[in-house]
């Protein structure tokens, strides 16, 4: 099994532009959640979902969207990258909610100029 | 809203020596998760505590769970060179919604 999978690995954006950061996961989890981490402040949570068709707000959700279709995949879209979006972002995907083993991909290493 | 300290924030080490990363949280939590970073890696799972008092081993590794479940402890006795990393508890309240990680402690260990 792939696991959970995070495209592209590194992504240098000008500011005003924007992209969407891919994720995948085969493992037929119900939730999925993004994380940005930053020196000195941990994981901070984004946007979670606890199935296709449902997404919520964590704890820094402006400047960023997400949608869930599938299962399978929860991209997540800077809509004007700004230099404090400058950080490296995780997706994480679980069988449930909070009580079982949260699995992280790489990560993508995002730099804004 | 829901708050997970953890301290210290750093530690360095000599290989052989024993470390204590210490989680507390401001509400009571279902249960708590720990998790290692290495390096330029990924956060991966260590262990998941959802007894009041509970303790568990790995090895090396001990962690706790208090018995208000508010608070847990990672110990590694006779730390070695691949301990190396960050690690990060994580709390899942009651009455939430998503895992709030603390900021984790970055563990350097000098041979």
């Known amino acids: 099994n792939a696991g959970v999978t995070q495209t592209p690995k590194f992504q240098v954006l000008k500011t005003g532009q924007s992209m969407t950061l891919q994720c995948a996961q085969d493992?037929?989890?119900?939730?999925m959640s993004w994380y940005r981490q930053d020196p000195g402040m941990g994981l901070r949570l984004i946007h979670y979902s606890v199935g296709a068709g449902i997404t919520d707000q964590g704890e820094v959700p402006n400047g960023y969207n997400v949608s869930r279709s599938t299962t399978e995949d929860f991209p997540l879209r800077l809509l004007s990258a700004a230099p404090s979006q400058t950080s490296v972002y995780f997706c994480a995907s679980s069988y449930r909610e909070g009580t079982t083993e949260a699995f992280f991909g790489q990560g993508t290493r995002l730099t804004v100029v | 809203g829901q708050q997970v300290m953890q301290i210290p924030q750093y530690q360095h080490v000599q290989e052989g020596e024993d470390f204590t990363t210490y989680c507390n949280s401001s509400t009571t939590l279902s249960n708590i998760q720990w998790y290692k970073q290495r390096p330029g890696g990924h956060p991966v799972f260590l262990i998941q505590l959802v007894k009041s008092g509970e303790v568990k081993k790995q090895k090396r590794l001990t962690f706790q769970f208090g018995e208000a479940k508010k608070n847990s402890s990672l110990h590694i006795t006779a730390t070695q060179t691949t301990d190396v990393g960050t690690y990060f508890c994580a709390g899942y309240p009651n009455s939430g919604y998503a895992l709030n990680f603390g900021k984790g402690t970055s563990l350097l260990v000098t041979p």
């Open positions: 493992m037929n989890h119900e939730y």
